[in-house]
């Protein structure tokens, strides 16, 4: 098989910081292109360090004519609002994933209200697939263009999922979700000032967070979701990692063997879910494609914890699960990033 | 006013530490004695070592015969089932705060299932009112045994207390509290061990967590709690602080004005309660008294934040204002510590 | 006593922070102006969110007549370069403490490079004492204008105050120095972007620190310094602390007992120095006045620790410090803050 | 090639868990053993949780007959002391690679005095080559058995040796070296005590650490080194990384590009040295084989910053490029670690 052709968009970020980092050691990736319009002409790893005896590549600008522009798959990882402009733009045949929001709500009025943004490329969003590769697999395999989920969404989708699907629920869930501060970018900002992050934790967006249309939307394909979701994002004192707490109650009481079955049964053939004991911790996710869960009951209450790093299962790593999966490569080709202790 | 004669068991954690701390500066304290059996004869500030130049006092062992102790207030701070042991000994006479769960729990059944310890000092419980200041006031005034609230327990109670004690919501919560590593005592633990918790985040003894049973029994004197209340305790990789996200359902549709003005007439005696917009942060009230909460609704959803310092409003802090209610004074005297920012 | 009316400039940063957690609880204190100007209007408790409930003071623009403004003392928090501007605008009469390097530098040529400013105030630069308490007390005392003491020269002259004064050593010093975030300020930038920050370690501006000339200067003062001081200085991932290594040679061999008497003696009516065993830690000075000293010595080589609090000792804590024996009152008052473990 | 069998003594603490990370992905290796007395009989992957879906392993206890195990090389991850017992146990043809500090001191009354241990192999004792590979090829690319170097003196003798080769100094040189606290192991114990760590930055073991007999001894292996080496450890709140801030004086004054290229010069065959610009950082490093290096100088002055992760460099990595030279692989096989931003 020839290497692929990737363009980045997007590539002094973090998403786009993870994305090299997977691809450059991605046995069919071939990066021809990753744009940085203010880090036009440095060399990639000016800005991405760490990337410095490994990656002799220079950021491009955007080019002009994105039309003409010969690669099998772009990834996308802007701002939002970025996407709905260069989407329309590319030659048909280039597969996209997209890292930002701007494709993930099919109702334009949601995803208005929730991105304020004006959704500028309607004529494209039904071509887009949902990439939450566990519960989508098929859909993802035939797609051409990629709405990657959200961090947030990935987290609580993963660790609902289940549940919804096997119907053993009334439908009403509490999400309590937690997120390490580079969820929020590479660009200094008040909320992840160090002296004040180091020793902080808060909520933020109450009942307002834009992952959450998202969320309701793909768990409504997969069963039953009460109107009332509760869905809260909260800010963590370390740099990545995502958790999500999930509250539920069973129709009848159910054992915690009982419910650990139906995560087995459900992801039996995902080899990034990992069910563990107690509970999943970020600190062994970090820097890996998992996702680990795990679950509790107690009578009719359920709890259910789930944990993923951010930038990759979260952003990155899910983004090349995708490719993967739309070129026929098998799916965890070169997403085997293993974790570290400590 | 003649400075009140103080006992301090177990000064050598930091619950001990913390009520060093404060009672040092308070202007009716003295400190005639406090205990560490493994570091007797020592300088206090040999062991914190923030108190040099500060305390002059040396740990003492425990005293063999408790009931000549001529003190007026005795604080217990000690690993759970000493106080059992330690109170009934106490001359007739002295008051008690103790900041451990022996005497928490009303039930003795209850307890002892919690905490796997006999209760070997039943005849006194009655005697033990349970210490939550804000909610609890004037039968602390007139109380001689202290029980002091648990530090997660302190932060739920303080989050839904107006919600329980107004009846505006279904009796049904679930709350998802965070804690600091200092919750865990001064003691090395795997739990703790630094290049662990630096970049961790998990959940801890789902379902069954000792504090549950006394955040029950004192919600349910102020209202109705149904029975499949849902309290989950996780570890957050931060030395102080206690965060509880609380989630409720109002029978009736409440604005989140409406719903302030409910807290603003539940606390409005309360100085050590602050309601802030948005979120409060952990890392505004550490080293403080203070609870800071935010309240949110959206259509019957509601949720309420509340941000303490585990050691002060949730051990030390509260002990000594329970002991300036019970000696008639005023409840803020030693207790106005002002936060940092950073 | 009357209270001292005091005006802070530059109230909303960390200096300014730590100035009103300070002189709000000091006795002799009535602060009658704190300027922002970006917040003008605004409490200051909505930006030190720590002060609510503590301060009822909202912050001021400037005042466009510096010269009728009626204070007895007036702390400059600012930028470098604002208090050489506001300085000769202001009544005279009333005392100065300008926490900025504006007149930390009697050389004005040394200055300009250094900083990169004109030194417009050449006329009060030498009515400007240099506010080292610990060295400079009698100069203090008979000040009107204070330049209070950068955070790293507060830790390095400390440091090596009593081996220079001595002459026991050839005059050559290597200090290794290192500091919290919070001393970069209150600004979100690149290098202290949390993600990032809290793994890292690293140094900057070597050999070229602006707090080289002024330790150089202020240490000339008390003996003998070789030409080829090296004061390097790196960044801690936490939030507070300065730790300053510093390595020296004896002129002939000396015991660690020996150079321990002669940091006793040098210190003796000082306060706030606290000789240690081992190691300071920043972790038991932080919010705190103090600045922890350790030394050791093996054949002729000599090695000080030193760790301060750089917003306290290394700043507002100074500032007070300063400002007491200016005006005659006890030195420690207002200034015993007690530290916490953990 | 086949597969090289590989024996893990001391699997369980961090060095086992970076050489598990490591030697899992690497194409020649297959482990065939990996001990760790306490947790035998457990999954590799109970302990070292980020190896789940990665490892199938189980621990076995230390074999008792360690002269019949065939295998290729072992490496020992074990505390010091251990190894002394086990490598002459071994069967001659096993190459040995030893991550303690028992056979890299030359000097058996020097080793006994800093490590407090008699040393019980002496036979075997020239038979250990250092393993420091970028100072030290040939010698290990001949050698059967492997000292491999401690954590701070890899990052000392890396920014040293280009110094003391050149003979450029006098030869006196100021370390100041800080560690992450993985250094202290997986063990929890106080100093390692999260609420303490977390804020926390000290000096430890003035003049007196294990590592710096080793340091000496191999760089008078390279020139000239004066008799009063200084070498000074330090505490860091984070979990892994190594930072060295080396001091020297030139004989003659010398300019930073000067400088820089006799770096050049001796590392150009060194994959795994970096040289940057400014400054190192730990976090472009952590979890990856780099030693990042960067000089400076002022005059005579010269100040040389080295950062490496002290559990690969400094111990699991650097293990693995010592067993590449041994047998004739390409030494940065299983080694392109590649770092993470943030």
Known sequence: M??????????????????????????NAEIMLVTANEHAGKPVAAIHKNLAGICDLDFSPAPDDLGSLECDVAFFALPHGQALKLAPQMKRGA?????????????????????????????????FVYGLTETNRDAIRAANYIANPGCFATATILALAPLVGSGITNGRFVVDAKTGSSGSGAKPAANTHHPQRTNSFYAYKPFIHQHVPEIEQHLRTLGNLSDDFVFMTHSLPVSRGIFASCYAEAI?????EELRRIYED??????????VEGSP????????????IAVHAR????????????????????????????????????????????
Chains 1, 2, 3, 4 share one sequence.
């Open 299 to 342: 009578g009719r209450r359920i709890a259910v914890f789930s944990a993923i790093d951010n930038l990759v299962k979260g952003a990155a790593g899910q983004a090349v699960q995708n490719m993967n999966l739309m070129f026929g490569i098998e799916e965890t080709t070169g997403l085997r990033l293993i974790g570290t202790n400590p």
């Open 95 to 127: 597969k996209i994933v997209d890292l930002s929001g701007d494709f993930r709500i099919d109702d334009k009025s949601v995803f208005e209200k929730f991105y304020k943004l004006e959704h500028t490329a309607d004529e494209l969003q039904s071509e």
């Open 252 to 256: 009848d009481e159910i054992s915690g």
């Open 281 to 292: 911790d970020i600190n062994w996710v970090k820097t890996t494609n998992f996702c680990d």
């Open 266 to 275: 459900f992801y039996t053939n995902a080899p990034f879910v990992r069910l």
């Open 2 to 27: 020839n290497r692929l052709r990737i363009a980045i968009f997007g590539g002094s970020g973090y998403g786009g910081s993870e994305l090299l980092r997977i691809l450059l050691a991605h046995p």
